[in-house]
């Protein structure tokens, strides 16, 4: 099992950055060498893809020197967010290419399992946000919202499928095979009802980027 080296303080990472963009070479490695870790961790989404998991990482850490190079502080607030994205671009990049014989990608067409047995199309992991692994950015106040949120935005069905699948409530958490035996419903029907539940969810932090005008357009639906 690989060791990675320890990620970089906010401090640490502010200076190398400002060497690299001098030109500084062992700078630009050290960010490379201290940020693999995201690497690995971004590529755990991927390990059902059919492809080996060193090839994964090789590619992943392709996006990462392209992260490192390419990187404007003026536009993204930390490296690692930002690196996140490019390493996802390179993988998808990949995929694609090595399913170009066969036909168009499907966004919806699976590419292969996660570590719980459910099928991942490329469209959940284009829509899963980038993974800040340096400050698991998750705050306690969103999932509060979220928790308060849930029974007056979603349909019962839908409540009660997010409450399986996440774990919430004191209710054990759930495979999408699990939910569909237990609910008598085919598990796409659980994929569809959990897709459509967690836009809704995302619909709220949406809303305080796109002001009064977003909700009033929402509602009109």
Do not use: W
């Not at 401090?11 to 190398?16: I, R, T």
């Not at 054990?172 to 008598?184: D, F, M, V």
């Amino acid at each position: 099992m690989k060791t990675f080296l320890k990620p970089l303080t906010s401090a640490e990472e502010k200076l190398y950055l400002q060497r690299c963009q001098e030109g500084d070479l062992e700078a630009k490695n050290i960010l490379i060498e201290r940020n693999l870790r995201l690497v690995a961790h971004v590529v755990k989404k991927y390990q059902g893809a059919d492809e080996e998991l060193d090839d994964l990482i090789s590619i992943g850490t392709i996006g990462l020197i392209k992260a490192v190079s390419t990187f404007d502080a003026s536009k993204s607030a930390r490296l690692s967010t930002y690196a996140a994205r490019c390493i996802d671009n390179e993988l998808l990049m990949m995929l694609r290419s090595k399913k170009k014989h066969s036909r168009e990608v499907s966004l919806y067409e699976p590419i292969g399992t996660d570590k719980e047995g459910n099928e991942i199309s490329l469209l959940d992991i284009i829509e899963s946000p980038p993974v800040d692994i340096v400050t698991e950015y998750s705050t306690r106040e969103d999932i509060r919202r979220l928790m308060s949120s849930m029974k007056e935005l979603l349909s019962p069905k839908e409540y009660q499928v997010i409450c399986l699948r996440y774990g919430l409530f004191g209710v054990p958490e759930q495979t999408q095979r699990k939910i569909a035996g237990e609910l008598n419903i085919s598990r796409s029907y659980v994929s569809r009802i959990e897709k459509n539940a967690l836009k809704k969810l995302r619909g709220i932090f949406e809303e305080d980027t796109s002001g009064p005008q977003s909700r009033n357009e929402g509602n009109s639906h």
